[in-house]
């Protein structure tokens, strides 16, 4: 069963199937590189494939793959299809209203 996947600052939203037109990207297993640390959350092994349509990169995972950082737990992705791009966690100020991204 796919499920959503958070590592730190990370979010994998889990799609049913890769949008039509959606064209592979060159692979490179850093998802996300920490803006304070330079710390990476990066994927291990080479069973996924990396894609991009209308701006929004998507995650193809074929058999069961880690994603590693050097703050936060192991997390095993199951196979299926993720968005990785248009859910970036944020944290919301209640004395200044202000939304601002989450930095790792």
Do not use: C
């Not at 894609?51 to 703050?71: A, M």
Request: charge should be negative; proline fraction near 6%; hydrophobic fraction near 35%.
């Amino acid at each position: 069963m796919k499920k959503d996947v958070r590592n730190g600052d990370v979010y994998l939203f889990a799609i049913n199937t890769l949008p039509k037109g959606a064209k592979k990207l060159e692979r490179n297993p850093v998802l996300k590189w920490g803006e304070a640390t330079g710390h990476s959350h990066r994927l291990v092994g080479d069973k996924w494939d990396l894609f991009e349509n209308e701006g929004i990169k998507y995650l193809q995972v074929y058999q069961p793959t880690p994603i590693i950082h050097e703050d936060h737990k192991k997390i095993i992705i199951v196979p299926g299809v993720y968005d990785i791009t248009s859910h970036q966690e944020r944290s919301y100020n209640p004395f200044n209203e202000e939304v601002s991204e989450v930095i790792d």
